[in-house]
């Protein structure tokens, strides 16, 4: 999937996420994670660690484009971000990927997290891949809802399995079975 779309439903666009997004992507992420609720991370990766770690061809934005805001350069502004991680260099789990979504806090409830996971749930599919996983904490029942929409499933719970600020959580394992691939 290349190239700028509109996402349906939204003010803005999809495009692939890229280097020139990295500071606004890595401000969202920091203000998730600031949030307590949506991993068990305590900071935001540099980019070089963030570029590394998510595969290129299925990482996107959401940009602002209708109601006239743009970020301090002039370009528009980053709403949220999409991007998958490989779960396994196995080649039995070659089409497995784990995947996060982030919504800046003022672009929240206008549909931009679905047409993020619409994006990657299509250029996943069209490369091959088979399962997009998300594990969630499940005291975040507004991704957990967003992702039943979209299609996911809960397979189960991980119970306790990571200390977050002094307290062990448990993460909900949900997943996406492509009805097309595989």
């Known amino acids: 999937m290349s190239g700028i779309r509109r996402a349906a439903g939204t003010p803005g666009v999809i495009a692939a996420l890229t280097a020139e997004h990295a500071g606004e992507v890595l401000e969202i992420y920091q203000a998730g994670i600031d949030e307590g609720n949506a991993t068990f991370e305590t900071a935001a990766p540099t980019w070089e660690q963030f570029d590394a770690a998510k595969l290129p061809d299925h990482r996107f934005v959401a940009l602002e484009t209708d109601d006239g805001r743009a970020g301090a350069d002039g370009r528009p502004r980053v709403l949220g ?19 996060s979504v982030y919504v800046g806090p003022d672009a929240r409830g206008r549909g931009v997290a679905r047409a993020l996971l619409d994006a ?4 996943t599919e069209a490369a091959g891949i ?3 996983r998300a594990g969630i904490f499940p005291e975040n029942e507004a991704s957990i809802a967003l992702h039943l929409r979209a299609g996911f499933r809960v397979v189960g719970t991980s119970e306790r399995l990571g200390c977050h600020h002094g307290v062990w959580r448990d993460v909900r394992l949900l997943e996406r079975r492509s009805p097309v691939v595989g």
């Open 120 to 123: 990657v749930i299509a250029s």
């Open 81 to 99: 971000w999409v991007a998958v991680a490989p779960v396994s260099e196995r080649p039995v789990y070659a089409g497995v990927v784990e995947h």
């Open 130 to 132: 088979w399962t997009l």
